[in-house]
């Protein structure tokens, strides 16, 4: 039985290892500014690096014209210039801003917020569509926890491309946390908020973005002291900078 269950294991050990080196390829970069793409299958012996591309043909490339050897997904579109997007597969988006408007009685200076956080994790079908889910913090004169489905696509697989993001859910006032009444309480409330933005491919699996949008939070604040109830909507324009890996 002790066996049987260690050759399970090393079938599975074995199976992922190779399932591991087929979903990752690399890119040799030499120093004469090209590139080869395709499997690194011998490497720093005899001075030689091998290299297996796309048509199992095997290239032999001398060490000392090899600059780096970088490890990419197979899911990605290598461009002209040695930089790479990913076209297919998980994704985390980590990103901090300001949040800002002008006063709604005094239109002569501008209120300050602040996008203190926002991260969202989902999946990439194409270069189009992207879904996921995501969390953040968000300060206007009350502090709210978005939770919020997160969907996005960018216009172009090239070196910059622009890209439009939607994110739709709840934020949740931090009043929950409080234990004490100051009479006044916020309920939080639905939040929408869409977004363009820029991605700007590299080297590596991580990609820096800016964009911009406007956010709307939706918020229900009794005051205990007259029994009133208003409903508050903040609008505010989103301007923040973030990764993408």
Known sequence: MKQLKLILFLSFLSTTIFAQQNNTISVVY????SMIKGQVVQDHVLDVVKVKIIDDTELTIPLKTVKSIVKIKENVKLLKNGKYVQTQGPYKHISLGTL???EDDEK???VWGASLFQF?????FNQFASFGGGIGMDVYDKEYFPVYADFRGYILDSKVSPYYALQVGYGISTDIFNTYSDNISHRGGAM??????LRFASFRQIKLV?????KFQYDRRTDDRNNTVDKIIYKR?????GLLF
């Open 192 to 197: 929408f908020h869409p977004t363009i933005g």
């Open 237 to 241: 324009l989103a301007l923040k900078i």
């Open 30 to 33: 030499l120093h004469d500014g």
């Open 100 to 102: 800002t408007a002008w």
């Open 120 to 124: 969202a994790t989902g999946y990439q």
């Open 108 to 110: 002569e200076f501008i």
């Open 210 to 214: 800016a964009e911009a949008g406007y």
